[in-house]
């Protein structure tokens, strides 16, 4: 089992930049696929972005791409969420979680097995 423990994230202005960690304890990072998710008051879960098992590709959501980069430290056992050029509408809580799975299914929170604790995001205009 892993533990996953948040970091990062605040209140930002648009147009600027936030870091979001993401340590796991209990197992190695290398045995999952990462993920990042977010949620707005009232709206779903929705995918971000996701390192694929032992870090072979990142995917990322449309409405992200290009201003985000997921990556990850694996001396550190740490995923991290690089945001730039952040607008309003990214304005959410923001989730990691990590999956058994390698490659397909992993923009769904369903195909996760453990899960962060959350952090707020909050985009100013």
């Known amino acids: 089992q892993v533990q996953l423990k948040q970091s990062g994230g605040g209140l930002v202005q648009a147009g600027g930049s936030l870091r979001l960690s993401c340590a796991a304890t209990?197992?190695?990072?290398?045995?999952?696929?990462m993920g990042w998710f977010r949620q707005a008051p009232g709206g779903e879960r929705e995918f971000v972005a996701v390192?694929?098992?032992?870090?072979?590709?990142?995917h990322y959501a449309d409405s992200v791409q290009g201003r985000f980069t997921i990556f990850k430290d694996g001396a550190k056992d740490t995923s991290y969420l690089q945001m730039s050029d952040l607008r309003p509408e990214d304005t959410a809580t923001y989730y990691c979680a990590a999956s058994s799975l390698r490659y397909y299914g992993l923009d769904k929170p369903a195909s996760y097995d453990y899960w962060g604790q959350g952090t707020q995001v909050t985009v100013s205009s």
């Open positions: 209990g197992r190695s990072l290398n045995d999952y696929s």
């Open positions: 390192l694929s098992w032992a870090g072979g590709s990142a």
